[in-house]
């Protein structure tokens, strides 16, 4: 599964941010689909998950009721819409697809597939 983030970009703290992940040629319906981030010199970690289904959605504590995770019918486009960004927020964005178990849902090492990442930088 080949998948491409887009939309990263640089905002003025406060500002909100849309990324989006697709995977085109493939189904992702299957797959249980994650945002993570990696700021610099830290390790990755959960920002926003889903499972197959999408009824289940996880977020990380720092994004809880800022960052919404969602999905288009078919589950071509998942969308992460980034809202109050903070400086803190900065780094590099990935979208993933995988089998994780539900308690390790935004765990990075339990997802399989992973994209090149889109920079996201939040700065005055």
């Known amino acids: 599964v080949l998948l491409a983030e887009s939309g990263g970009d640089l905002v003025q703290p406060g500002g909100s941010l849309t990324l989006t992940c697709t995977a085109p040629?493939?189904?992702?319906?299957?797959?249980?689909i994650g945002w993570f981030y990696q700021a610099p010199g830290k390790e990755r970690e959960g920002v926003a998950c889903?499972?197959?289904?999408?009824?289940?959605?996880k977020y990380g504590d720092s994004v809880k009721g800022r960052f919404i995770l969602s999905s288009d019918n078919d589950k071509k486009t998942i969308s992460l819409q980034m809202n109050s960004l903070k400086p803190e927020d900065t780094g590099v964005y990935y979208c993933?697809?995988?089998?994780?178990?539900?308690?390790?849902?935004?765990?990075?090492?339990?997802?399989?597939?992973w994209g090149q990442g889109t920079q996201v930088t939040v700065s005055s």
């Open positions: 993933a697809a995988g089998f994780p178990s539900l308690q390790h849902m935004c765990v990075p090492y339990e997802y399989d597939y």
């Open positions: 889903m499972d197959p289904s999408g009824v289940k959605i």
């Open positions: 040629g493939f189904r992702l319906d299957p797959y249980a």
